[in-house]
């Protein structure tokens, strides 16, 4: 007996296969999530739990602290504490105390930090009572650092009161951070987690995101790094070979809008500032990427936002001579060699810089820094959280494909798809090593 479906019916059915046939592009990536998981911060009206939950930077869990009035723990489900004072008018300073100073000395994942409030009178700055366990404190120790052997918790002695230390304080505490020492790094002395970099305004957080830390810094120094100079304009970059490939180990930083037309309005430094560039390199739409007006006149192409067009198999792009825009199936390649993409991020990431430690070990050498990305008018955002770099392998009319890393999936690499329009990184692949 033969079974005639009508026309309507056979239509649903091939829109269903269709709708399946790159699931990758469909369900929720790890980026939307993470993107999705960084927008609010809230404390429950019972006040039983805090979501740090951080918008597009670190500081931003402490900007929303700092609206509390009253102080209180922090506890993660172990059982674990670290105390965390709200402001005052006269602690402006512990506004710029980088979040990543809230987990030095326990590791919190961020959706099982309890809130648990604390008699204000139980922690009063400026106590000088000798039950405190604390000596005298005048202009002659100014700046002296002590621990209680009451509370336990580490005070500074300025303006002649005793008040508490910032981690960052007491963990670099008897370290020399001066001219001579800009660019050291140092072990906390406290905290088994974290690290500071020394720049000419004194000691900064080094395992956390910040644009202080120039991109050498960031580099490992185990790894014995090639050299790259760009003809076009000097830039000098490091290399590293990784199985049959060898790829930038640092974002590309080419703004020649004169020599490169496709640049023009469509490379940018974060928020605008050339020194952040010194750091993470540009960022770059899809079309600017792919360099779509020299596609255009060497290939009458019309590629970009909003267009499809069939692309060589080899696109050099904005590359230096001698170099390309990776290609997805290049990209898998990285991946596969190392393991797959379930594990590759954590050897591709750098030892630091990334959020609530999903740094990695960078045993291959590729550095990746969680740059962010340019996202829509002048707004830029995830530094510190996510890497984002393009392939030049188009998905759709108005998305591409790209190779990113997210600080919440410590082991795994993904590669997925967004809109053109965006700005991301670009690392390039040396030519004929597919």
Known sequence: MKIILPFWV????????????????????????????VQDTSVSDENEWLEPVVSSSS???????????????????????????????????????????????????????ELDSVESDSIESGSNEPDMGLPSCSMENEGEITRSVKDEMYYVCRDSEWVYALVSEYDTYGETCTLADVGKIINGAVSDYS?????????????????????????????????????RDGKVYKTIKIASQTWMAENLN?????????????????????????VVGRYYTWAAAIDSVGLAENEALDCGYGKRCWLPDTIYGICPPGWHLPKEKEWYALLDALGGKDIAGRVLKSQSGWFLHGCGTD?????????????????????GLI????????????????????YDHYWEAFMYTHKKSYGFSVRCLKNSEI
């Open 363 to 383: 045993s291959t050498g590729f550095s990746a820094l969680p740059a962010g990305r340019k996202f829509v008018d002048d707004y830029f955002d995830y530094e």
């Open 59 to 113: 500081e931003s869990l402490v900007d929303s602290l700092n609206d509390l009035t009253e102080p209180f723990f922090l506890s993660s489900s172990s059982g674990d504490s670290i105390l965390y004072l709200p402001l005052d008018d006269d602690a402006e300073e512990r506004k710029v105390d980088s979040l990543i100073h809230l987990y030095d000395d326990v590791l919190f994942e961020p959706d099982t930090l």
């Open 195 to 231: 690290k500071y970099y020394c720049t000419a305004n004194g000691w900064i957080d080094y395992v956390d995101w910040s644009w202080e830390v120039p991109k050498e810094a960031r580099l490992n120094p185990e790894i014995s790094y090639d050299t790259l100079v760009d003809p």
């Open 254 to 278: 080419y703004a020649d809008s004169v020599k490169t037309e496709s640049l023009k309005g469509n490379n940018w430094c974060y928020h605008n500032d050339t020194m952040n560039c010194d």
């Open 10 to 37: 056979c239509l649903i059915f091939l829109f269903v296969a269709c709708s399946n046939a790159d699931y990758e592009a469909l369900e929720e990536s790890p980026f939307e999530a993470a993107e999705k998981a």
């Open 387 to 406: 890497a984002y770099f393009w392939s030049s392998s188009e998905y759709t009319e108005d998305y591409a494909r790209f190779m990113g890393l997210t």
